[in-house]
């Protein structure tokens, strides 16, 4: 078995080092491409037990990542709560685990299959992507999302956490690598970057030497524009997540009060976080000032259009920027539309194609809205907060994609595949 590589925190080496990892990730790719489901699922098995009989040592780990953040006096509290790891979210890690382990496995999966005139068979079947690059910043759960969705569907992933969620992230680590070992696989199919150095992002980006065939990142703005930016590989990706929740005329009040109050404060720090309420103007006189005053008595400030700033005075006005921006926190753009038409006109000008939410009893304008919002998730009568992998049922995501090619929505297992051509012949020659 090759030597561990050793965490390094300086620029010393970082060169040969990065090279190296690449290496053991290509190798480790290959044997993944064809290890049997059962195999895969035992890894997985593992991993669950191990995450479950490390709590201790995974929370104390965070509990210094945590500790450090705070004491730079510089992190919001949107950041330091999607840092936080508590006793039920690694719980919620493991169950994804299972869950993960439990789905179909994608690898040789014959998707079609047809015969041509001269005989020859011909099958679409779904294969790995090779190696995975995943660049994320402060949340420690993405760690074990993306090695488990990695893993299940035979890819190796190279992962480079936050300097943030560094000693958590080695943590989690730590049980991944328990569970390959356990079922003969080999340890660098998931690999954690062990340095600080924000020099391993860029060479990650530049694929490190064809190594690496796709990226993922998971962060802020920034880390996102510089990665669509620098890549030179493919890039699964959203830039930011300016979600909307639509009150529709044919809204029930019940009902748009609870999903609105989800989908903005249920976690306020997370991408499917609504950042944009829309109402209706024909439903405005009912529904505008009840939903508006819920939001302030929850403690989220309301920036608003005119119609919205005469329903309350602590209401403040919304400029330009507001429409576009993504918040990750406690406050809420909202406007009066004129109806689904101009609900999408809206989001059409200022969405991020992340997800959008229709609350309407009316089925025409649910199904006019879906039709038309070009997102990646589009909701009626729920939370956008649903924009999550696990709860789509894939266990968990390696991320949420908003491009239009190959993977669209939450990457899951799944998505993490492409495909080859198989053909079946009978001794046919071409003419």
């Given at each position: 078995m090759?030597?561990?590589?050793?965490?390094?925190?300086?620029?010393?080496?970082?060169?040969?080092?990065?090279?190296?990892?690449?290496?053991?990730?290509?190798?480790?790719?290959?044997?993944?491409a064809l290890a049997p489901p059962e195999q895969k699922n035992r890894a997985l098995e593992a991993m669950e037990r191990a995450i479950r009989s490390n709590v201790a040592a995974i929370l104390a780990a965070n509990a210094e990542d945590v500790g450090e953040a705070r004491a730079s006096g510089t992190m919001t509290a949107s950041f330091i709560d999607r840092l936080t790891l508590t006793p039920a979210r690694v719980e919620s890690m493991a169950e994804g685990i299972a869950i993960v382990r439990g789905i179909a496995d994608p690898i040789g999966i014959v998707t079609e299959s047809w015969q041509r005139p001269n005989g020859m068979t011909i099958e679409r079947v779904r294969v790995p992507l090779g190696v995975v690059g995943v660049i994320f910043e402060?949340?420690?759960?993405?760690?074990?999302?993306?090695?488990v969705l990695c893993l299940k569907s035979g890819n190796a992933v190279i992962l480079r956490g936050g300097s943030d969620s560094f000693r958590s992230c080695r943590a989690i680590h730590d049980c991944l690598v328990?569970?390959?070992?356990?079922?003969?696989?080999?340890?660098?199919?998931?690999?954690?970057?062990?340095?600080?150095?924000?020099?391993?992002?860029?060479?990650?980006?530049?694929?490190?030497?064809?190594?690496?065939?796709?990226?993922?990142?998971?962060?802020?703005?920034?880390?996102v524009a510089r990665v669509e930016q620098e890549a030179r590989v493919p890039v699964f990706a959203h830039l930011e997540g300016v979600n909307h929740v639509y009150i529709?005329?044919?809204?029930?009040?019940?009902?748009?009060?609870?999903?609105?109050?989800?989908?903005k404060m249920r976690r306020t720090g997370v991408c499917g976080a609504a950042e944009t309420l829309l109402v209706d103007r024909a439903a405005a006189g009912k529904t505008l000032k009840p939903l508006v005053e819920m939001l302030l008595e929850a403690g989220c400030e309301v920036r608003g259009d005119e119609a919205v700033q005469a329903t309350d005075a602590r209401v403040k006005p919304a400029n330009e920027?507001?429409?576009?921006?993504?918040?990750?926190?406690?406050?809420?753009?909202?406007?009066?539309?004129?109806?689904?038409?101009?609900?999408?006109?809206?989001?059409?000008?200022?969405?991020?194609?992340?997800?959008?939410?229709?609350?309407?009893?009316?089925?025409?304008?649910?199904?006019?809205?879906?039709?038309?919002?070009?997102?990646?998730?589009?909701?009626?009568?729920?939370?956008?907060?649903?924009?999550?992998?696990?709860?789509?049922?894939?266990?968990?995501?390696?991320?949420?994609?908003?491009?239009?090619?190959?993977?669209?929505?939450?990457?899951?297992?799944?998505?993490?595949?492409?495909?080859?051509?198989?053909?079946?012949?009978?001794?046919?020659?071409?003419?």
């Open positions: 090759a030597a561990p590589l050793k965490a390094v925190d300086g620029n010393a080496d970082l060169q040969a080092l990065m090279s190296d990892l690449a290496i053991r990730a290509r190798a480790a790719a290959r044997v993944l402060s949340r420690p759960n993405v760690a074990a999302d993306a090695g328990q569970g390959l070992r356990e079922a003969g696989l080999p340890e660098a199919a998931i690999t954690l970057v062990p340095t600080r150095d924000r020099a391993a992002v860029g060479m990650m980006l530049s694929g490190l030497n064809g190594s690496i065939d796709v990226i993922v990142p998971r962060g802020g703005k920034s880390l529709d005329a044919g809204a029930d009040l019940a009902m748009a009060k609870e999903i609105v109050l989800n989908a920027d507001d429409w576009d921006t993504e918040y990750l926190d406690a406050i809420i753009a909202a406007k009066v539309v004129d109806g689904v038409d101009g609900a999408i006109t809206h989001i059409q000008n200022h969405g991020s194609h992340h997800t959008d939410a229709i609350v309407s009893a009316d089925e025409a304008a649910a199904k006019k809205f879906l039709n038309e919002v070009d997102s990646a998730i589009v909701l009626h009568n729920a939370s956008t907060q649903f924009a999550d992998g696990g709860e789509f049922g894939f266990g968990a995501e390696i991320g949420i994609a908003t491009g239009r090619f190959h993977a669209r929505g939450p990457v899951g297992a799944e998505q993490l595949t492409s495909f080859k051509y198989r053909v079946h012949g009978t001794g046919q020659t071409r003419p």
